[in-house]
C-alpha cells in the first residue's frame, strides 16, 4: 500500500510542479491538443463503424432471431470500441509523447535539475532520440496488442468477463502508460526498454499507483491533455526513486571526491560525529612576557 500510495503521489507532485512553472504548462498543451484531435476523429469513426464489423464477423448469426442477434451483435460492439479504447489510451502517450518530444525532453531535464541539480543527458542527436523513441513506442504497442486480444477474448467469460477483466484491463493500460511516460526520463539515463520494463515489474505497485489514476482520468475528454505535462514531470520524479538517485545524493552530500584519489575524509559534524574543539586558551599556564614577568628570586630571604 506505501507504495500504492507512493506513486498517487508522484502524479500529484508532477501536477504541482507544472502549475508552478505555467510556462511548461502553457507549451505543453499544443502536443497534445493535436494528437487529441488525431483520435478523436478515430474513435467516432471506430463508433460508426463498430456495427459494420461486428455483422461481418459474425455471419453465423444472420439468422438468429430477435433478442439474441441484437444481443450478441451488441455486444460484440462494445468489446470493440472498449478494445479500440484500450488502445488509444495506450497510444495516446507514445503518439503525444513522439510529437512533442523535444518540448517533453526539456521538461524532463528541467524537473531534474530542481530537485537534483543535475540533469543526464543521453549525448544523442534529436533525430536519433525520434527514432529510438518510435522503435521502443511500437514495442510497446505489439505487447498492448497482445494482451488486448487476449483480454478480449476473456471478455466471453460469463461474470468474470465483465467484472474481473476490466479491471486486469486498467491494470494492463496503467503499466504501460507509465512505461511511455518514464521512458522520457529513462532514455537520457540510457535505459534500455528491456531493463526499463524490469525496473518498473520490481515497483509494480508504485507503477499501478501512478499508471492506473491517470488511465481513468484520460477517459475523460480533453483532460488527457492538461495532464500530459504534469504526468512527464511526475515520471520523472518517480524515475528519480526508482533508480534511488536521491538517496546517492543525499549521502554523497553532492560533493565531489578528492582530484588525487585519495580516500574520503569525513567532514566535522557529519553523520552525527561531533567536531573536534580546539583546546581552550585558558587551560594552560600564562606565557612569560614582558606584562607578565618571570618571577624573580628574594635575595634577602636568605
Not at 45 to 50: D, K, M, S, V
Not at 83 to 94: C, D, K, N, P, Q
Not at 168 to 194: D, H, M, N, P, Y
Not at 263 to 284: D, F
Amino acid at each position: 500500500m506505501r507504495d500504492l500510495a507512493g506513486g498517487f503521489g508522484h502524479l500529484l507532485a508532477g501536477q504541482r510542479w507544472v502549475f508552478r512553472n505555467g510556462r511548461w504548462l502553457g507549451f505543453g498543451l499544443l502536443p497534445g491538443l493535436l494528437a487529441l484531435v488525431l483520435y478523436a476523429g478515430a474513435l467516432i469513426g471506430l463508433g460508426y463503424g463498430a456495427d459494420d464489423l461486428t455483422a461481418w464477423a459474425t455471419p453465423f448469426a444472420d439468422d438468429w432471431s430477435a433478442p439474441w442477434l441484437g444481443l450478441l451483435r451488441g455486444f460484440l460492439t462494445a468489446l470493440v470500441f472498449c478494445l479500440g479504447l484500450f488502445v488509444a489510451v495506450i497510444t495516446f502517450t507514445a503518439v503525444t509523447l513522439l510529437i512533442g518530444q523535444p518540448f517533453y525532453e526539456s521538461l524532463s531535464e528541467q524537473v531534474d535539475r530542481s530537485v537534483g541539480g543535475e540533469a543526464p543527458e543521453s549525448g544523442l542527436s534529436l533525430a536519433r532520440e525520434l527514432w529510438i523513441s518510435a522503435r521502443d513506442s511500437v514495442k510497446v504497442l505489439v505487447r498492448v496488442l497482445l494482451y488486448g486480444i487476449l483480454l478480449f477474448a476473456l471478455g466471453f467469460v460469463p461474470v468474470v468477463g465483465q467484472t474481473v477483466i476490466p479491471a486486469i484491463g486498467f491494470c494492463v493500460s496503467g503499466f504501460f502508460l507509465t512505461e511511455e511516460l518514464t521512458a522520457v526520463a529513462l532514455q537520457r539515463r540510457e535505459v534500455e526498454l528491456k531493463d526499463r520494463l524490469a525496473l518498473l515489474r520490481g515497483r509494480r505497485a508504485m507503477v499501478l499507483g501512478f499508471g492506473v489514476p491517470l488511465v481513468l482520468a484520460f477517459l475523460v475528454p480533453l483532460v488527457a491533455v492538461f495532464l500530459m505535462p504534469g504526468a512527464v514531470a511526475g515520471a520523472t520524479l518517480m524515475v528519480r526513486e526508482l533508480r534511488g538517485e536521491d538517496e546517492e545524493r543525499a549521502d554523497g552530500d553532492g560533493a565531489e571526491g578528492p582530484a588525487d584519489g585519495t580516500a574520503w575524509q569525513e567532514r566535522p559534524g557529519q553523520h552525527g560525529h561531533p567536531a573536534p574543539q580546539q583546546p581552550s586558551p585558558y587551560t594552560g599556564p600564562y606565557a612569560a612576557g614582558p606584562r607578565y614577568p618571570a618571577p624573580q628570586q628574594n635575595p634577602y630571604a636568605q
